[in-house]
């Protein structure tokens, strides 16, 4: 071989072993979408500790960078690990050891369900969620009769699914001291003859929920992890909390301590006392993986149990001027929101109904003056009312929605708002053009807690059995793209988190998970052919299919 050649490889070759450092990860031969600011595609990251030190072409990665962890992806589909802007983690949690009444048809069903559970469980409390009336035949509420007949020993407690209404046994009732002359401000309690029918609406729940006994600390601390891994397997590296109290803040940063949490968490406290003692003077808290920089808040309850507070009255009840429930007094919403404004907290509102949401816009415009980055959020936006949307825009207000709500809520919700409001109602393409953003969450367990399922009605708007066809308000649905950011950068500028989380930059945490196929093409047809193949949080492997 000629010398000079010779000395040139020799020299290429130290050179290329001179050049390449060694870092603790490299992936490559994937489909990498970032999603920055440009929403480039890469073929190959390299990862030093929690972050990314590079990310890029394939040849680029494996020629400047070595390791002893090298992933072949594959062709693989690599995205920003997935955020989910609302939920309620805690909840689900203590829900995996409760009666899950999903999907159950009828009373009957329900009825046969809790049967089933007083055969395997000892405990004189049967604690279930899930029931939907809107789904049964006749669409009316259960009635408790039954509990006294079959299980006078038993309290009986089972949440419908939005957990904006409840069944509850009659020894409950006269365990709260309620009963048929009893009123709650911001709640209803449903009655027949004059006789309490078992169903409480919104604040008249809140007495019945104060004597439900604690689950004992290592039994919440199993279901916590059960429920941390559930999310890792549907591809979930950070969920926001809506609305915890001090006990259960205090539990998940002590466990997050232990690092026996990984999950990343963006929690909203409850308005309580002891939370504004505790937490309001001190100013917010955030840290890589809990930040707790807001207050979440109720205006009004739920459209399934008519709980929404509307600007015009129900379409489909009887009682004339029935327009919802007004759940925070007016006087107190807008004292809070001035004493936010002041700490630093965001204001996170619950507001369902077109007249909730009129009436916290209003109450935020006043606060914010006008453009700023507070971040306040309202969480839902279910029904706006067209002339409202500016506000969004105006005072930069962050709507923070659940796709998935439109899907489950479209065979009924027009009965309720009626022809000209339902034009209004989840209209989600219109609350991102304010502002250019919008956060995508489940509000799981009220919903699946599985992503996919926000990704198929935010981009075909149909359910998981395709109806309908053609898509529900289909002039509303939003691109991929725009839902890819909405449950990613979207949802972590939605938390303050936008330079820890949200994509795939250099610097940012190596949050990360791995599909088998391009979410682009998932329509409901195909769904089941989609899985995760690994979830990456910090660098480290922390779910891996058929493991």
Same mark, same amino acid.
């Given at each position: 071989?000629?010398?000079?050649?010779?000395?040139?490889i020799?020299?290429?070759?130290?050179? =290329?072993?001179?050049?390449?450092?060694?870092?603790?990860?490299?992936? %490559?031969?994937?489909?990498?979408?970032? *999603?920055?600011?440009?929403? +480039?595609?890469a073929?190959?990251?390299?990862?030093?500790?929690? =972050?990314?030190?590079?990310?890029?072409?394939? %040849?680029e990665?494996?020629?400047? #960078? =070595?390791? =002893?962890?090298?992933?072949? @992806?594959?062709?693989?589909?690599?995205?920003?690990?997935?955020?989910?802007? &609302?939920s %309620?983690?805690?909840?689900?949690?203590?829900?995996?050891?409760?009666?899950?009444?999903?999907?159950?048809? $009828?009373q009957?069903?329900?009825?046969?369900?809790?049967?089933?559970?007083?055969?395997?469980?000892?405990?004189? !409390?049967?604690?279930?969620?899930? !029931?939907?009336?809107?789904?049964?035949?006749?669409?009316?509420?259960?009635?408790?009769?039954?509990?006294?007949?079959?299980?006078?020993?038993?309290?009986?407690?089972?949440?419908?699914?939005?957990?904006?209404?409840?069944?509850?046994?009659?020894?409950?009732?006269?365990?709260?001291?309620?009963?048929?002359?009893?009123?709650?401000?911001?709640?209803?309690?449903?009655? $027949?003859?004059?006789?309490?029918?078992?169903?409480?609406i919104?604040?008249?729940?809140?007495?019945?929920?104060?004597?439900?006994?604690?689950?004992? @600390?290592?039994?919440?601390?199993?279901?916590?992890?059960?429920?941390? /891994?559930?999310?890792?397997? *549907?591809?979930?590296? +950070?969920?926001?909390?809506?609305?915890?109290?001090?006990?259960?803040?205090? /539990?998940?940063?002590e466990?997050?301590?232990?690092?026996?949490?990984?999950?990343?968490? #963006?929690?909203?406290?409850?308005?309580?006392d002891?939370?504004?003692?505790s #937490?309001l003077?001190?100013?917010?808290?955030?840290?890589?993986?809990?930040?707790?920089?807001?207050?979440?808040? #109720?205006?009004?309850?739920?459209?399934? +149990?008519?709980?929404?507070?509307l600007?015009?009255?129900?379409?489909?009840?009887?009682?004339?001027?029935? %327009?919802?429930?007004?759940?925070?007094?007016?006087?107190?919403?807008?004292? !809070?929101?001035?004493?936010?404004?002041?700490?630093?907290?965001?204001?996170n509102?619950?507001?369902?109904?077109?007249?909730?949401?009129?009436?916290?816009?209003?109450?935020?415009?006043?606060?914010?003056?006008? *453009?700023?980055?507070?971040?306040?959020?309202?969480?839902? @936006?279910?029904?706006?009312?067209? $002339?409202?949307?500016?506000?969004?825009?105006?005072?930069?207000?962050?709507?923070?929605?659940q796709?998935?709500?439109?899907? +489950?809520? /479209?065979? !009924?919700?027009?009965?309720?708002?009626?022809?000209?409001?339902?034009?209004?109602?989840?209209?989600?393409?219109s609350?991102?053009?304010?502002?250019?953003?919008?956060?995508?969450?489940?509000?799981?367990?009220?919903?699946?807690?599985?992503?996919?399922?926000t990704?198929?009605?935010?981009?075909?708007?149909?359910?998981?059995?395709?109806?309908?066809?053609?898509?529900?308000?289909?002039?509303?649905?939003?691109?991929?793209?725009?839902?890819?950011r909405?449950?990613?950068?979207?949802?972590?500028?939605?938390?303050?988190?936008?330079?820890?989380?949200?994509?795939l930059? *250099?610097?940012?945490?190596?949050?990360?998970?791995?599909?088998?196929?391009?979410?682009?093409?998932?329509?409901? &047809?195909?769904?089941?052919?989609?899985?995760?193949? /690994?979830?990456?949080?910090?660098?480290?492997?922390?779910?891996?299919?058929?493991?």
């Amino acid at each position: 071989m000629n010398k000079i050649l010779k000395y040139f490889i020799i020299l290429i070759g130290l050179n =290329s072993c001179i050049s390449r450092s060694e870092v603790d990860l490299i992936i %490559h031969n994937a489909v990498i979408f970032t *999603v920055d600011e440009n929403f +480039s595609m890469a073929e190959a990251m390299a990862i030093q500790g929690d =972050s990314i030190l590079e990310i890029g072409p394939e %040849h680029e990665i494996l020629n400047k #960078y =070595s390791s =002893s962890t090298i992933i072949d @992806a594959k062709k693989k589909f690599i995205y920003p690990g997935l955020i989910d802007a &609302h939920s %309620h983690f805690m909840g689900y949690a203590k829900n995996l050891d409760q009666l899950n009444l999903v999907g159950i048809e $009828s009373q009957n069903a329900l009825i046969n369900a809790v049967k089933k559970k007083v055969e395997t469980s000892n405990s004189d !409390w049967i604690l279930g969620r899930g !029931w939907d009336q809107t789904n049964w035949e006749e669409q009316i509420y259960p009635t408790n009769e039954w509990c006294d007949n079959l299980f006078p020993d038993k309290f009986i407690f089972l949440k419908r699914i939005d957990g904006h209404a409840a069944l509850v046994s009659n020894n409950l009732l006269e365990l709260a001291g309620i009963d048929e002359n009893t009123e709650i401000e911001g709640g209803k309690i449903l009655r $027949s003859d004059g006789k309490c029918t078992g169903i409480l609406i919104d604040n008249a729940i809140d007495t019945i929920q104060s004597l439900i006994p604690e689950i004992e @600390a290592i039994q919440l601390s199993n279901l916590l992890k059960k429920a941390q /891994m559930n999310c890792f397997e *549907v591809g979930l590296t +950070s969920v926001c909390d809506a609305g915890l109290d001090k006990a259960d803040v205090e /539990m998940l940063q002590e466990m997050s301590e232990k690092n026996e949490l990984k999950l990343r968490l #963006y929690i909203m406290l409850n308005p309580t006392d002891e939370n504004f003692e505790s #937490y309001l003077s001190n100013g917010p808290i955030q840290n890589e993986q809990i930040s707790i920089t807001s207050f979440k808040f #109720y205006c009004d309850g739920a459209l399934g +149990s008519r709980g929404a507070l509307l600007n015009a009255p129900y379409a489909d009840v009887q009682e004339e001027d029935y %327009h919802g429930l007004l759940l925070s007094n007016e006087d107190n919403l807008k004292k !809070w929101a001035s004493e936010l404004y002041l700490s630093g907290f965001q204001m996170n509102t619950h507001a369902i109904g077109d007249g909730a949401n009129r009436l916290m816009l209003h109450i935020y415009a006043n606060e914010l003056k006008g *453009v700023n980055d507070k971040r306040w959020r309202i969480e839902h @936006a279910q029904v706006v009312n067209s $002339s409202d949307l500016q506000y969004f825009q105006d005072y930069t207000i962050i709507p923070s929605v659940q796709p998935t709500h439109a899907t +489950s809520d /479209m065979n !009924w919700a027009i009965d309720r708002l009626g022809e000209n409001r339902i034009e209004t109602a989840y209209a989600f393409k219109s609350l991102k053009n304010q502002n250019g953003l919008i956060a995508f969450g489940t509000d799981f367990p009220v919903e699946e807690i599985n992503p996919l399922y926000t990704l198929l009605a935010a981009t075909k708007r149909t359910d998981t059995s395709g109806n309908p066809e053609g898509g529900y308000q289909i002039k509303e649905s939003l691109s991929f793209e725009e839902s890819l950011r909405a449950m990613t950068i979207w949802a972590a500028i939605a938390n303050f988190e936008e330079n820890v989380k949200g994509s795939l930059e *250099v610097g940012k945490k190596a949050d990360f998970v791995i599909f088998n196929k391009n979410l682009e093409h998932l329509d409901a &047809h195909n769904l089941d052919d989609y899985s995760v193949e /690994m979830t990456y949080l910090n660098g480290k492997e922390v779910y891996k299919k058929n493991q």
